[in-house]
C-alpha cells in the first residue's frame, strides 16, 4: 500500500505565493500518474494539475500560476502555487494513479490552503 504525505499548506494573503510537497512511501516510476486536486467547501473534489512522465496538464483556472513538478530520486511530487487568489482556498489532495492498474489509486490525507487578508 503507496503512503502519499502532503505537506506545505497554511495561511496566505491574496497575491502570495505557497508550494506543496507530496512524498511517497516507495518509488513510483512514470506508469502513475501524479496528480494534485483540490475540494472547497460544498463543492465537488477536481484536478489542479497532473504530471505524467515529463507531461503536464492544469485546470484551466491555474494555468499560469501553478506548476506541478516531480522529483523521482526524492518520491516527491510538487506544486508551486504563485499569485494565488481566495478562490483557490480548498483542501489539497496528492494522488497516484497506476496508468496499467487502474486499483492502485492512492490519495494522501490532504493539505488545507487558505488564502485570504
Known amino acids: 500500500q503507496v503512503q502519499l504525505v502532503e505537506s506545505g499548506g497554511g495561511l496566505v494573503q491574496p497575491g502570495g505565493s505557497l508550494r506543496l510537497s507530496c512524498a511517497a512511501s516507495?518509488?513510483?516510476?512514470?506508469?502513475?500518474?501524479m496528480g494534485w486536486y483540490r475540494q472547497a467547501p460544498g463543492k465537488q473534489r477536481e484536478l489542479v494539475a497532473q504530471?505524467?512522465?515529463?507531461?503536464?496538464d492544469y485546470a484551466d483556472s491555474v494555468k499560469g500560476r501553478f506548476t506541478i513538478s516531480r522529483d523521482n530520486a526524492k518520491n516527491t511530487v510538487y506544486l508551486q502555487m504563485n499569485s494565488l487568489k481566495p478562490e483557490d482556498t480548498a483542501v489539497y489532495y496528492c494522488?497516484?494513479?497506476?496508468?496499467?492498474?487502474?486499483?492502485?489509486?492512492?490519495w494522501g490525507q490532504g493539505t488545507q490552503v487558505t488564502v485570504s487578508s
Open positions: 516507495e518509488r513510483l516510476g512514470n506508469i502513475y500518474v
Open positions: 494522488n497516484a494513479r497506476n496508468l496499467v492498474l487502474s486499483a492502485r489509486n492512492y
Open positions: 504530471i505524467i512522465g515529463g507531461s503536464t
